[in-house]
């Protein structure tokens, strides 16, 4: 079983997608993480962010375990990350280790922008979730501020509003719902009734299966 969830910056995609794999005891990766690790490695070594070949190397090189989880989940992290995102040698280079994760016997659940149209196009359930941007900026804002960050609700509307627009935009394997995701809209969903309406979609497709 293939679970791919695609969606925005805090629709909350990462959530369900932890709830779905402890539900249905499936393997987790958060490919998000992957962009993330390549900007930040990029930064920290100066990488030219203009030569994709060079943050290609960073990508193909790099040891997810050199990086704390905080370093990872800060705002310039993820602007980092949207950047590097946006390179097709960046991608290609990210592409076969998510694949490669994908194909466990038992199955995975990942999730992040390209999942169901790039990387697994042919997973058993695809997830879109999404939310109005003042919604996500808010979460996003008050999960940053718990730990210290002094950027202001209106600078993380912008911040949202340019990540989605370069994710959108990009050329290669631009941010968008796959034909057949199953929509999870969560601005005004909890996270038990987000989470409650993905896997009545996962439960759906196993039993379309039987
Ligand atoms: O989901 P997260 O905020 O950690 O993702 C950081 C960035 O990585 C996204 O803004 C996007 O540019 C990029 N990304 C991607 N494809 C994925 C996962 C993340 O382009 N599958």
């Not at 950047?83 to 990942?110: I, M, N, T, Y």
């Not at 879109?128 to 501020?145: H, M, P, S």
């Amino acid at each position: 079983m293939i679970i791919a969830i695609d969606g925005t910056l805090a629709s909350g995609k990462g959530t369900i997608a932890r709830r779905l794999c402890r539900y249905f005891g499936l393997p987790y990766m958060d490919t998000g993480r992957l962009y993330r690790a390549t900007g930040v490695a990029a930064t920290k070594q100066g990488t030219d962010f203009e030569d994709a070949m060079a943050l290609a190397d960073v990508a193909r090189t790099l040891d997810l375990d050199d990086f704390d989880e905080e370093e990872l989940r800060t705002a310039e992290a993820g602007q980092a990350a949207s950047k590097v995102a946006a390179v097709p040698e960046v991608r290609a280079a990210l592409l076969e280790l998510q694949r490669a994760f994908s194909k466990q016997a038992k199955g995975a659940v990942l999730d992040g922008r390209d999942i169901g149209t790039v990387v697994c196009p042919d997973a058993d359930v695809k997830l879109w979730v999404d939310a109005n941007v003042e919604t996500r900026a808010e979460r996003r804002w008050k999960e940053l501020r718990e730990k210290g960050d002094t950027l202001s609700l209106s600078e993380m509307i912008a911040q949202l509003k340019e990540r989605d627009e370069r994710d959108k935009n990009r050329k290669d394997a631009p941010m968008v719902a796959a034909a057949d995701a199953v929509l999870i809209d969560t601005t005004h969903l909890s996270i038990d009734a987000a989470v409650d309406k993905a896997r009545a979609a996962v439960e759906a497709a196993i039993a379309s299966k039987l």
